[in-house]
């Protein structure tokens, strides 16, 4: 199995890594970067568990291979709280009880911030529509909802 | 419940507290099973059969064992040297932990590679070599009982055929007179389909054995770690696993819903891998083998029947069922009967005579069952009486709700022995239907299903009025290999006034840690931020059987309330003996005793647990704790009314769920917040099976349906935004009069959806349409009734 030097920006550090070509990126993320807030709960790209930030954009890092992420810029649910304060949404989720075991949240999250990084005010079809690709199956859904609309009002009103 | 009895900075009982466990998860900070890694730790991939049935001619593992990495490929033969490659079941019969004869399911473990990296592990899968014979296979459970079915239990000597069980409950003989003398009787067959709780967390372990303590280690999806212990100790005693050497850790639960309950197979290969190399070994399955393998919930083929008077007083019911358990009687069920809980049937009626059976049949399907989020076989029996109360409304031409109201057990009737045995504890059911129909506007919606049908719309509006049933158990009805079902709790309060607070329970979502620190707030007054909740070590909690049939609040929760009111007896008497009084003279309010008459004589409950270490009275011992451990004298019966809207399109014949009512009574509610996610949640597993979810088989048993691109959970699209409410009536048994809550909602809402739907379509001649109901089942339908457009 041939092996790859890679580069790439993680939470704002940047990491250099050999990787195999078929190592993939949730992979990289929790067991070599030791970041194990991002959670595997299917791969095969439907559960959203593994949710992460590429280059601004939410996508399942299940089925990103490590190597395709050379040079990008990685955001994962460690890299949401800045200077020990809470992402918008992180709070909404803890004020909304928009989360119950909590294994399906971080990439919950991750895709709630995409969607409020381009649109503040979005209707609540727009959330349903946008966090479809993450499956909860604890919560029902609405109280994410109401998570994610509740960081919205947050958002546009800093 | 009224107003909360303590402050908010206390946060007794009735506060909607923020959970206390969330800071961890929304930083990406949760333990699970998967993110723990220890120095060594060796990685477990499990080679699968293709086969539902297949005799194992031989098993190749040489080309595995030459990829570098690969340490050991374990078959059957290997556990065969220390008798371990059959376990005991639940249910007193036996599953393979790796065949060593033949296989059957499909995806049946057959092998297990056990490698220095994931990949690897995975690559000396693909490399080991099985020859297979395959042998003929039983899917359908009514052909496994035909006299020329296969035997497929050929380990057991005497079976000759392929029944496991027949129960059955009830007056025959007086169920079969109520129901001739009857007006009124109604058939209906039904099938409960084989599905999957998929929780996001699969399962998985590390087993981590300590050659030179002995000590096994296992960190483990489990919901229930005390008994897996025990079970460790009994089934591998023999090969040196002694019980005081084991410790089940169950971190952080990514859901668990029942299907964390058993041991499966994976858990006990890599246990034995551990032992036998001396390293830690992990194991996590894939999305595949999670729905492939693990236990199924569900698959029964009811027949039911009612009988009625005229006006539609029900007299009598009548259910026979065949039960599909796979090829073993695997069932994660801690009762004493083999249809678990089904005997809950009779609902919410004043039914006189009932009689049910239940026959139980080895399939070639994986063994099981689990309850899918709710007491064992209760989503079964509701979704039977609900579905078949209203093929009666529609057999009489009576209105749904009406035919309800007319026979539900009356308010004054509780306690009500029902025809089945069980002693309902509390109800009120008229309350809960009122108050759904009122927030429902039920007149004004079948005025609108009336335009409508009259301008050719589907709509449906209907009704579930459950009870459940829930909380086990008491140790007459239940135990799990003769451990009684209580729980417990051990109770610490710190110099300071602080607690620490130790379950034998193990939340996977539920929010034990706020929960419980609200019960302990509302007994002592001590703030529920200042009580730490611990559970899911078996080396430091009390020894309990685990969170499962919403037991915590019923079992573990009674057990703190009581734990918390034995250290408040023994602060009365050090409060007595700071203020100089005869204990008798002391009154209680929420964090504080105080001298009858003089309230300014007090001390609070911090001040009299310094005194407990620093100044306790002469001849008591030092230090304030205590534990309960509480066998409940019942279970827990709480009920709601559920009414669901529904729009079917004649297009696609797409079922969309408009509005969901849900009213349900938990009695006392504990924290208002978590209960309503409790039941948002359960909604959406109740709406999961009624139209999206089932594993279903081909005839040579091949799964259809096991992966997540087969298998739809529900997303937040088709979920609709939940209208929750709720009415009160307290458990008269239990010590805060609270009952459980977590399922509640997966029993009451497949019936409120399945019945709309046959509203929507009853006009056509209608009277049942099988769960789930696809687009494409409903497209059919129409099509048959020339309404497709």
Redesign the interface.
């Known amino acids: 199995m041939s092996r790859h030097d890679i580069q790439l920006s993680v939470n704002g550090a940047t990491h250099r890594v050999q990787v ?1 070509s ?2 993939l990126l949730v ?1 990289l993320l ?2 070599n970067l ?11 790209t ?2 959203g ?1 593994c949710t992460v930030l590429l280059d601004g954009d939410p996508v399942k890092s299940c089925t990103v291979l490590a190597v395709q992420a050379e040079g990008s810029q990685i955001t ?3 890299g ?2 800045q200077d020990g304060k ?1 992402h918008p949404v ?1 709070e909404a ?3 909304n ?1 928009g ?8 990439g919950m ?1 991750i895709t709630g911030c995409a969607l409020l990084a381009r649109d503040k005010n979005p209707s ?1 079809a727009q ?3 946008a ?15 109401k998570a994610i609309q509740s960081a919205a009002e947050h958002l546009r009103q800093q | 419940m009224s107003e909360p009895r303590t402050s908010p900075e206390v946060c007794g009982m009735g506060h909607s507290m ?2 206390k ?12 099973v ?2 723990i ?1 220890l120095p060594g730790m060796l990685h477990m991939d499990i080679v699968r059969s293709p086969f539902a049935h297949a005799k194992i001619k031989s098993i190749d593992a040489s080309k595995a064992l030459k990829i570098p990495g690969v340490l050991a490929v374990i078959t059957g033969e290997t556990l065969a040297k220390y008798n371990l490659h059959w376990m005991p079941t639940l249910m007193s019969d036996t599953q393979m932990v790796l065949p060593t004869e033949k296989v059957m399911y499909q995806a049946q473990e057959v092998a297990a590679v056990i490698a220095t990296d ?2 690897v592990a995975a690559d000396g899968v693909e490399a080991v070599e099985v020859d297979y014979e395959p042998l003929p296979v039983v899917v359908d459970p009514f052909k496994a009982l035909a006299p020329d079915a296969p035997v497929l239990r050929t380990d057991k000597k005497d079976k000759k055929d392929n029944r496991i069980f027949h129960w059955q409950a009830g007056d025959r003989a007086a169920t079969d007179k109520a129901f001739a003398e009857s007006d009124v009787v109604v058939k209906q067959d039904m099938y409960i389909p084989r599905i999957h ?6 399962c998985g372990c590390v087993a981590d054995f300590d050659r030179v303590s002995g000590k096994l280690t296992v960190y483990m999806t489990t919901q229930a770690p005390h008994a897996v212990r025990t079970v460790f100790a009994l089934v591998a005693g023999h090969v040196g696993l002694s019980e005081e050497k084991i410790r089940i850790i169950s971190p ?4 668990g ?1 029942g299907g964390k309950v058993p041991v499966y197979p994976g858990y006990v290969i890599a246990v034995a891998a551990s032992v036998v190399i001396g390293k830690p070994v992990k194991w996590v399955e ?3 083998e999670n729905l492939q393998a693990d236990s199924f919930a569900r698959d029964y083929h009811i027949h039911a029947e009612l009988a009625a008077k005229k006006d539609g007083t029900m007299t009598a019911l009548r259910i026979k069922t065949l039960a599909d358990h796979g090829y073993a009687d695997a069932a994660a069920n801690p009762s004493k009967f083999p249809a678990g809980l089904f005997s809950i049937c009779t609902g919410s009626y004043a039914l006189k005579h009932a009689f049910a059976e239940v026959d139980g049949v080895y399939t070639n399907k994986p063994p099981g069952g689990i309850a899918y989020r709710c007491s064992f076989r209760v989503t079964e029996a509701v979704h039977c009486i609900e579905r078949i109360t209203d093929v009666l409304a529609q057999e009489l031409k009576m209105d749904p709700a009406e035919l309800r109201l007319k026979n539900f057990i009356p308010p004054e009737k509780f306690p009500w022995k029902s025809a089945l045995g069980w002693e309902y504890d509390s109800g009120n059911y008229p309350a809960a239907l009122h108050k759904a129909m009122e927030i429902v506007g039920y007149e004004a919606l079948r005025k609108e299903q009336a335009e409508k049908r009259a301008r050719g719309e589907l709509m449906g509006i209907c009704i579930s009025s459950f009870t459940e049933i829930v909380g086990a158990g008491p140790s007459k009805q239940f135990d799990i290999l003769g451990l009684k079902m209580f729980d417990s709790c051990e109770l610490r309060i710190h110099p300071t006034g602080k607690a620490l607070a130790r379950f034998g329970t193990k939340s ?4 034990h840690e706020t929960t419980y620190a609200q019960i302990i707030a509302e007994e002592l007054g001590i703030p529920a931020a200042q009580v730490q909740v611990e559970e899911g070590d078996t080396d430091t909690a009390p020894y309990g059987l685990g969170t499962y049939a919403s037991r915590s609040t019923p079992t573990a929760g009674a057990a703190g309330s009581l734990a918390a009111r034995k250290v408040r007896e023994k602060a009365k008497q050090i409060a007595a003996h700071l203020l100089e009084c005869s204990p008798d003279d002391l009154v209680w309010e929420p964090g504080k005793f105080s001298v009858k008459g003089a309230p300014s004589r007090s001390k609070t409950i911090q001040e009299i647990a310094l005194a407990a270490y620093t100044n306790h009275p002469q001849g008591m011992e030092a230090g304030l704790e205590a534990v309960s451990y509480y066998d409940p004298p019942n279970l827990t019966f709480p009920f709601g009314s559920y009414i669901a809207v529904v729009d079917i399109d004649r297009g696609t014949g797409q079922v969309k769920v408009r509005r969901f009512v849900a009213v349900d009574d938990c009695g006392n509610i504990i924290n208002p ?2 209960v ?2 409790q ?7 109740g709406l999961a099976p009624a139209l999206l979810e089932e594993i279903s088989y081909d005839d040579e048993g091949n799964i259809t349906g096991g ?3 087969d298998y739809l ?1 529900p ?3 088709e ?1 609709p ?2 209208e929750t409410a709720k009415t009160v009536t307290p458990s008269p048994h239990h010590p805060f009069g609270a009952k459980g809550v977590g399922e509640s909602a997966t029993v009451g809402a497949p019936p409120a959806i399945a019945n709309a739907v046959v509203d929507a379509l009853a006009h056509l001649g209608v009277r049942h349409v099988e769960i789930p109901i696809t687009p494409e089942k409903v497209w059919r339908l129409l099509k048959e009734k020339g309404l497709a457009e």
Request: aromatic share 8%.
């Open positions: 195999e078929r190592l992979h929790r067991e030791r970041l194990t807030g991002t959670h595997i709960g299917c791969d095969t439907h559960c568990a994962t649910v460690e949401l709280e809470l992180q989720f803890w004020e009880h989360l119950q075991c909590g294994y399906c949240t971080p999250m609540e959330i349903r529509e966090i479809s690709g993450n499956l909860c199956r604890c919560t029902g859904y609405s109280n994410i909802v | 923020k959970r466990e969330d800071p961890r998860f929304i930083r990406g900070k949760g333990n699970y998967d993110d890694q994931r990949y709780v998929a929780s996001i967390e699969t952080d639960i990514g859901g819903f894939d999305r595949m996977q979502g539920q929010g917040m978590i309503d996610g039941i948002h949640g359960g909604l959406a597993m992966s997540f691109m959970l997303t937040a699209v979920t935004s939940w």
